[in-house]
């Protein structure tokens, strides 16, 4: 690890899900931080199959499959490839450039996705997903149990006909906050990286009053507006609004002013 770079000498916990958190952590460690990998949601498979058992093998009877997360290709791509090729009629469709690569790495390409935003109003923006569009027309949207339901209710209002399959579950971390209160007793824990609501929910339900104390006046960064209205309403006061995806992330953590 580099002991150069605008992280020199900066521990930044990474939260994401364990299976998503390596590229953010390795983009830490060139630019001479200490990663702390503290997972805020679990990823594991839904436990009945069934709905994408019966999806997988009507696949062909939609126009657009959508994936909200690279957590939903993982759980939905094996069932989809075990039953055959890819339909030729079928057009991929993702939130953001995670779940694209994610795509790619499968051997699905031509994908729909935002070029700005990354999230379902942005995805619903495309012109691709316009109600002459998509009117009539069937679509999947493979995803996590729970969630929004905006992207689902707005398609059905431009007249699709729209499948949600739950095909993996979030749950909180299983284990406690030791590892978070060690390195901010010691004076080493310079900064979160949230990108789930979600998350920073199980975050702050985590932590007593002391820990409470420590995230307050720790710089929590967020790529999304939504995420950094969530964490006002649950009193964190140090919040910085990053771009999207690795690189955002990075800018904001490389233009922070530490001294402040």
Request: glycine share 10%; net charge neutral; proline share 7%.
């Given at each position: 690890m580099?002991?150069?770079?605008?992280?020199?000498?900066?521990t930044?916990?990474?939260?994401?899900?364990?299976?998503?958190?390596?590229s953010?952590a390795?983009?830490?460690?060139?630019?001479?931080?200490?990663?702390?990998?503290?997972?805020?949601?679990?990823?594991?498979?839904?436990?009945?199959r069934?709905?994408?058992?019966?999806?997988?093998?009507?696949?062909?009877?939609?126009?657009?499959?959508?994936f909200?997360?690279?957590?939903?290709?993982?759980?939905?791509?094996?069932?989809?490839?075990a039953?055959?090729?890819?339909?030729?009629?079928?057009?991929?469709?993702?939130?953001?450039?995670?779940?694209?690569?994610a795509?790619?790495?499968?051997g699905?390409?031509?994908?729909?996705?935002p070029?700005?935003?990354?999230?379902?109003?942005?995805?619903?923006?495309?012109?691709?997903?316009?109600?002459?569009?998509?009117?009539?027309?069937?679509?999947?949207?493979?995803?996590?149990?729970?969630?929004?339901?905006?992207?689902?209710?707005?398609?059905?209002?431009?007249?699709?006909?729209?499948?949600?399959?739950?095909?993996?579950?979030?749950?909180?971390?299983?284990?406690?906050?030791?590892?978070?209160?060690?390195?901010?007793?010691?004076?080493?824990?310079?900064?979160?990286?949230?990108?789930?609501?979600?998350?920073?929910?199980?975050?702050?339900?985590?932590?007593?009053?002391?820990?409470?104390?420590?995230?307050?006046?720790?710089?929590?960064?967020?790529?999304?507006?939504?995420?950094?209205?969530?964490?006002?309403?649950?009193?964190?006061?140090?919040?910085?609004?990053s771009?999207?995806?690795?690189?955002?992330?990075m800018?904001?953590?490389g233009?922070?002013?530490?001294?402040?």
């Open positions: 580099s002991a150069r770079g605008p992280l020199a000498g900066r930044i916990v990474v939260t994401r899900p364990r299976e998503q958190a390596g953010l390795e983009a830490i460690a060139a630019a001479g931080g200490t990663p702390l990998l503290f997972p805020l949601l679990e990823i594991s498979p839904a436990p009945d069934e709905a994408l058992q019966a999806a997988v093998a009507k696949l062909g009877d939609y126009s657009i499959a959508v909200i997360s690279p957590n939903a290709v993982e759980h939905a791509l094996p069932a989809i490839h039953a055959g090729p890819w339909p030729a009629g079928l057009r991929p469709a993702a939130v953001g450039p995670g779940t694209v690569k795509l790619a790495a499968q699905v390409g031509r994908c729909l996705v070029t700005a935003r990354f999230d379902s109003e942005a995805l619903l923006e495309l012109p691709e997903l316009a109600e002459v569009e998509v009117k009539g027309r069937r679509i999947v949207i493979f995803r996590g149990d729970g969630g929004r339901e905006l992207l689902a209710d707005t398609l059905r209002r431009r007249g699709a006909v729209v499948d949600c399959i739950a095909c993996y579950q979030r749950s909180g971390p299983a284990g406690g906050s030791a590892p978070l209160m060690q390195a901010w007793r010691a004076g080493r824990l310079d900064a979160l990286t949230v990108s789930s609501s979600e998350g920073l929910r199980h975050l702050v339900g985590l932590l007593d009053v002391e820990g409470l104390a420590f995230l307050r006046s720790t710089p929590v960064f967020v790529p999304h507006a939504r995420i950094a209205d969530n964490a006002r309403a649950l009193g964190l006061n140090k919040i910085i609004l771009e999207a995806a690795d690189v955002g992330i800018a904001a953590l233009a922070y002013n530490w001294a402040a």
